[in-house]
């Protein structure tokens, strides 16, 4: 079974750095990592001492949607069986990463669901209880967090998404599309910790951006009567 880490990267070399290091010092060589550097000011260029590492400098920022399919695409011509996305900015703890593997062994995709300890920005409170609300009510759903970026896809569904093109935020998009399909999946309990870089997309304008787009998402499979 091959296994495959996918980390999407913007402008957070040294949180990425610190982060490959906490995976080194917690794993051996149980899984490959992706790193796609989405149009950063620098490339990224990492050795790592135990794990097996591709890097993907991409020449422009695409967007995380870009960046997903991409690595979709790249871990099933690579026949990776399970895929787990984290984020570069520290907010994911990598001892999930393991977790996640075992859960998709009996499942087909994993979703993760952020406990936060830590006082937040208000608009980005509300903007994703309200997310929350419009999906769920809808589809007559109880899923708490529809954008975690730490999530892990089976090769069924992969296979399932692989053709999708992916708007802008798409983790509500992936797992509303999983859900129409039936697969069966498993949620994971995650205690968020602080970004040790970057910025948050999430602040008031990249907050906009990111409830009208993922608005506009659902009102569209709401009219359609689907997830697709």
């Given amino acids: 079974m091959k296994n495959l880490l996918f980390i999407p990267c913007y402008n957070d070399k040294n949180s990425l750095k610190k982060l490959l290091i906490e995976i080194e010092n917690l794993y051996q060589s149980s899984f490959d990592i992706l790193i796609i550097n989405d149009g950063s000011d620098q490339?990224?260029?990492f050795s790592p001492k135990k794990k097996s590492l591709k890097i993907?400098?991409?020449k422009y920022n695409?967007?995380?949607?870009?960046?997903?399919?991409?690595a979709i695409q790249y871990a099933l011509k690579n026949n990776y069986n399970k895929f787990c996305r984290i984020d570069s900015d520290g907010e994911h703890h990598p001892k999930y990463i393991e977790g996640i593997f075992k859960m998709l062994e009996v499942n087909d995709f994993i979703i993760g669901n952020r406990k936060i300890l830590f006082k937040q920005n208000y608009f980005k409170i509300a903007?994703?209880?309200l997310i929350n609300f419009i999906i769920n009510k809808p589809f007559d759903l109880k899923i708490d967090d529809y954008n975690c970026g730490m999530m892990g896809l089976s090769m069924n569904a992969m296979k399932k998404i692989k053709n999708d093109y992916f708007i802008n935020y798409p983790e509500p998009q992936i797992i509303l599309k999983l859900l129409k399909k039936k697969l069966k999946y498993s949620i994971i309990k995650i205690i968020q910790r602080k970004r040790t870089g970057g910025n948050s997309s999430i602040n008031f304008f990249g907050g906009l951006d990111f409830f009208l787009i993922t608005l506009f998402f659902v009102l569209n499979q709401i009219l359609n009567k689907s997830y697709d």
């Fill in 56 to 58: 993907i400098n991409l």
């Fill in 62 to 70: 695409y967007g995380i949607g870009f960046c997903i399919k991409l």
């Fill in 127 to 129: 903007s994703k209880k």
């Fill in 43 to 45: 490339e990224l260029n």
